[in-house]
């Protein structure tokens, strides 16, 4: 499990003072080779079978963390990165940071968080570490071989979920001491993200307590359970004067109560579905919904109904589902009515599909990218509703055109591919997956389905010459890594 995440900090680093917070010549990653880093370990994480790959929550997240970047533009930080927020499969609770503006958060953290405002806390946090450049200043301060070691440290946390020896070679490959003593940030760099994180629940219209609240829980946990102490609070220690220095930030600014979305419970029953959708989580999952049911408040009732549809289409229970939808709809329209919900959306489209009512999904997909015109989870149900209902061309021209716009959205080659297929175009089917494979990182995987494409028997001359261009690309990107690799920098292995 991701319990000694990445970036955050397993040992104590209160013995030697931060690097440098002001940021002096030479003692920093670029910004450049800060997103670089992060990318790599982004693409050995999407490979990992514990990510959430699912677009919906996906969707989610990037829109809640985008409303707190938006509302806080210096939040950005001088690098002004582009960040991305996703979630994994683990019930322990935990966020972390990882270079150049990647912010993770576990499926067990969402779960806990009684508020959108103790998430949005959590995620604030996340973004000040990287907005102060934490961890480009930590990494910059050693020398620069002790990269790679990193990067192997990085993936040990991976690994340990399902093989202790492989973490355990991983970490020795990446000289473990040197590692160790690089995955702390010190009081001073949780201080300032704390700082940070308060400014920007208190320009995004957050309570503010809910920082607050929420670590507060997390220390009366680790009281309670001492043979299992919450990992944030491992990677996050949290001292009696950090958290009085968040209560005196924010006794004097306004109190404001904040009404949660209603996607916030969808998510939160639909990461409850997919943090264990093995047919005891289905079974575990069923009873907590049932409970929420019992309780009568509004918002948990929905949230339950939509993570039962959901458990009744993993047990291909398409007419259940329906019918909890159905409830869902009713409820919603109800008056006071609650605002529109891509989420509950994607999962009508979901259900139609399931229930063999192609048309209807089509028509709902349809209307869904009208309304929720920047959601991606939409627009891939759009296409899928074009196949299942014959339309294979325009599902390829609609795929093509969210290709140009969207060029690093890996799922959109995979989906493309997959049209290409269903319209019998084998080369283009290959070369689509060379761009999924390019952009997960894969590239002996990407150059592989080159040289299928190359033999495909409609490969065009125009197609042969796109090849030969790209082959060139990905093979001298290739060989980069691999020179990266040897001189000790960061490279893929």
Known sequence: MFTSPLWLTPVDLHAQALPNLGGSEGEELSPLMERKLGEQVMNNIRRDPDYVEDPVTLDFLNQFGGSLLSATPDARGD????YFFFAVRDPQLNAFALPGGFIGVNSGLVLASQNESELASVLAHEVGHVSQRHIARMIGAQKKDALLPLVG????ALAAR??????????MGGTGLAAQRQLSFGRDAEREADRIGVNILNGGGFELNGMVSFFGRLQTAGRNRSDRVPSYLLTHPLTTERMADVEARIRNLPYRQRVDSIDFAFIKAR?????DDSPQGLRDASTVFGEQLRQG???PMLGARYGLALVALRQRDAVRAQSLVDEIQAEVQRKPALPLSPVLKSLDIEVQIAGGRPAQALALATEGRLRFPLSRALAMQYA??????GKKEEAVVFLRDQAQIYRQD???QRALARAYAQTGRQAQQHMALAEYYALTGALPAALEQLRIA???PDASFYDQAIIDARERELQASWQEIMKQGKSGQPGQR
């Open 162 to 171: 399902s093989s202790p020896d492989l973490a355990i070679a991983a970490m």
């Open 384 to 389: 899928d509703a074009l196949l299942a209902n």
């Open 297 to 299: 408040a509004r918002a």
């Open 153 to 156: 440290m990085l993936l040990a």
């Open 79 to 82: 690098a002004g990165y582009d």
């Open 410 to 412: 890996a799922g959109v």
């Open 454 to 456: 190359r033999t495909a």
């Open 271 to 275: 990461l409850r579905v997919l943090q």
